[in-house]
């Protein structure tokens, strides 16, 4: 165990010492700064006259959702909403029509925005509803139609998905998990956790791609393979401490990285909210998963990691099969950026669709891994987090043993 | 102590590299002599277990060369030397030595002695990659000293090292072939000459000749001989001959050839050479005959 944890330190060391992996760690470091704090940039026009920075906006409603004077989505704080925003009829895009706008727009806006600022979130799902039920009036909804109009949004979901009758039961079951009325707070920083997850794990898996190519090939190209495989363990520590390595590797940069996000996201727009069921947020609203939003943060970070472990043992495989690093990075890079491309072309194809959105990328979008596509056993369902991570716990076992058998078995010639 | 080669044979597509070799090597200093393309670094190759051989088999008292007890006792310097340029020399040993088993704290102490040995203490922190071409080469001997191996197989040590360091490896060598079995190739035929017990002399895959100096050297004994002559006779006596060395003097041109009787009346016989013995084997090989 000791000489395998040395040789996975020098794997470490190698690693390390090459330029390229600290270009492409730089590069989804500033990435991830810019996704925290990118929403805060900018201000915020109408009609071409500034009203205000997207900072003091995020930072009102922020506040705005910590403070609020009823914390459920009950009969009470719909009706609050209604009269909160009786005095305003017009939208905020229709602001500067208000005849008490004029020469004044400022002002107003500001008055405008301290009263929508608690309900801005809330705007949202209900326009998500609308969108999907389309005969539906947005100020109708209060406290007593919203879960009715949620059910009616869900039915149509899973009628526009196609879902087996299985499926159906288990999300209604699901459903009556959640407790209502819905607890509704700050849940912005989870919002734009999961809203950005996906590209900046995709971002990630790029650097991994980038970084651990050479971890076999490099051998070859530095021509250190036939002094490695005629040492004592050339043939069996050294590939399993490559392994090792790659996967950790995987594994910390996804949590390293997650954790500096986080960070970024309490400082911005906080996390206070994490005892929210997940549809009380823009990214849960139309899933059935009967979690607070800490819980689903843990699920798709979960997920997450282990696709970025999949693809670094993909990309290892790659290495171990191919001559040169630069080979290797362009194939993965086609395998990170296909199902971004190929999930609207299997819509259609329910095996090929489960099949795409189970790829590593498909899994690093926050809601796909919670989808209504529940894979069926005997009388159970499961979702996307619940079995993807096991087949690719399968997958990395066999594509390591493949990769250890390659690089065990290259001929020096 | 013994490393035995059982008819074993190597092909890439349709050329045959190595051709139903049979060797038994014990304790010594082994010379491999060949020119290029003869099949030495593919033979080294199989035996250290970095490429299998298509038929035959390589064993070490017994045991197969693809086992790790093996490459336990094995140190090997390939002929294109491989390092990690950003790595330094001593890092780059303890590296090596981890990758042989050896504990950390004993691995320390033999990098330093190593570096010592070849030359390389006062860089030993200096990155490979600001090295020359002599010093990576002494590096390239030192790791494969770390392990104390009992079977050394060195390919083409002695490239790229000046003539002072020349003699010190083949010092090196010689003493420690005294507790191990070494095989070298070079193309530096005095370096095989000065150190090896046995020579092997490899051409088209098979080794044609085996044995020590003074016995290979008999098949071209008394048929060395040089004289000097005109230029048209110089280039009768080339075309008739295998020559060894042609050189223009002030009396004329100044040949060295191969023959079983006099070429010429002002020749006079001299003692052969390895290297004599070489060029009278592979000169074929490089004239395409």
Redesign the interface.
């Known amino acids: 165990m000791r ?1 395998l944890l ?2 996975t330190g ?1 794997e470490y ?2 690693i390390f ?2 330029r390229s992996t600290w270009i492409a760690l730089g590069a989804v470091l500033l990435w991830v700064l810019f996704a925290g704090i990118g929403g805060t940039l900018g201000e915020y026009y109408i009609e071409g006259e500034k009203v205000d920075s997207h900072y003091q906006m995020i930072k009102q409603e922020r506040y705005a959702l910590e403070h609020l004077e009823v914390q459920e989505l009950n009969p009470e704080f719909f009706e609050k909403m209604q009269e909160d925003m009786a005095e305003f009829s017009e939208t905020m895009e229709g602001i500067s029509d208000n005849p008490k706008a004029q020469g004044n727009l400022i002002q107003y806006w500001k008055e405008y925005y301290k009263v929508y600022a608690p309900y801005s979130a809330l705007y949202t799902l209900l326009a998500m509803m609308k969108n999907r039920i389309g005969d539906l009036d947005i100020e109708e909804i209060d406290g007593t139609n919203f879960y009715e109009n949620r059910d009616r949004m869900m039915e149509l979901f899973f009628q526009g998905e196609e879902l087996s009758e299985q499926e159906i039961i288990f999300h209604e079951k699901e459903n009556e998990k959640i407790k209502t009325p819905y607890a509704y707070g700050n849940m912005l920083g989870f919002d734009s956790y999961f809203k950005m997850q996906a590209p900046n794990f995709i971002f990630l898996a790029f650097a991994v791609a980038v970084i651990l190519a050479p971890m076999y090939a490099g ?1 070859r190209t ?15 520590k ?1 590939i399993q401490a490559k392994i090792l390595t790659g996967l950790s590797f995987a594994l910390f940069a996804a949590l390293g990285f997650s954790i500096i996000f986080l960070l970024e996201i309490q400082a911005v727009y906080g996390l206070s909210g994490w005892n929210l069921p997940i549809q009380a947020s823009v990214e849960g609203f139309y899933l059935n998963l009967p979690v607070n939003l800490l819980e689903f943060l843990g699920i798709a970070l979960g997920c997450s990691a282990a696709a970025l472990c999949m693809t670094a043992m993909i990309v290892m495989f790659c290495s171990a099969k191919m001559k040169t690093p630069f080979g290797v990075i362009i194939i993965c890079f086609a395998f990170i950026f296909a199902p971004i491309f190929l999930v609207n072309l299997a819509a259609d194809n329910r095996f090929l669709y489960m099949l795409v959105c189970s790829l590593p990328t498909s899994m690093y979008y926050a809601r796909s891994v919670a989808y209504h596509h529940l894979l069926s056993i005997g009388n159970h369902c499961f979702y996307f987090f619940q079995w993807v991570p096991a087949v690719y716990f399968c997958l990395i076992a066999v594509l390591a043993g493949w990769s250890y058998r390659c690089f065990k078995n290259h ?3 | 102590m013994e490393l035995i080669f059982d008819r074993v044979t190597k092909q ?1 597509k349709n050329k045959l590299a190595v051709d139903r070799v049979s060797l038994s090597l014990k304790q010594g200093v082994y010379g491999l002599l060949g020119a290029n393309g003869a099949g030495k670094t593919t033979l080294m ?1 199989m035996m ?5 051989p298509d038929s035959g088999e390589i064993l070490y008292d017994g045991r197969k060369v693809e086992e ?1 007890a093996y ?2 006792i ?1 140190g ?1 310097l ?1 002929q ?8 330094s020399a001593m ?1 780059f040993l303890m ?2 030595a ?4 050896i504990p ?1 704290k004993q691995a320390r102490g033999t990098a330093l002695e190593l570096l010592e040995l070849t030359d390389l203490s006062p860089v030993a922190k200096k990155k490979i990659k600001t090295f020359s071409g002599g010093m990576k080469q002494r590096l390239g001997i030192a ?1 494969a000293l770390l ?1 104390d191996p009992k079977v050394l197989v060195l390919d083409e040590p002695t490239a790229g090292l000046d003539p002072k360091e020349r003699v010190r490896f083949r010092n090196l060598i010689s003493r420690l072939g005294t507790e191990r079995i070494v095989l070298l190739s070079t193309h530096i035929v005095s370096d095989v000459e000065h150190i090896a017990d046995v020579i092997l002399v490899m051409k088209g895959g098979a080794i044609i000749h085996q044995g020590s100096f003074s016995e290979i050297i008999q098949v071209i004994d008394g048929k060395v001989w040089e004289c000097t002559a005109d230029s048209k006779t110089a280039e009768e006596l080339s075309k008739a001959y295998p020559v060894l060395n042609i050189r223009e003097g002030q009396n004329g041109t100044l040949l060295r050839l191969v023959c079983q009787e006099k070429p010429a009346e002002t020749a006079v016989s001299v003692v052969a050479s390895l290297e004599d013995l070489y060029l009278y084997y592979f000169s074929e090989t490089e004239q395409g005959k």
């Open positions: 000489e040395n040789l020098y060391k190698k010492q090459k051998e530095s021509r250190m393979d036939a002094l490695v495989l005629s040492s004592r363990y050339g043939k069996n050294l001929q020096i010639q | 890439y190759r250290c277990g970095v490429l299998k790790e490459r336990d094995l090997y390939p294109e030397f491989g390092y990690y340029p950003d790595f890092d590296y090596l981890s990758l042989k088993g950390r790791q392990n």
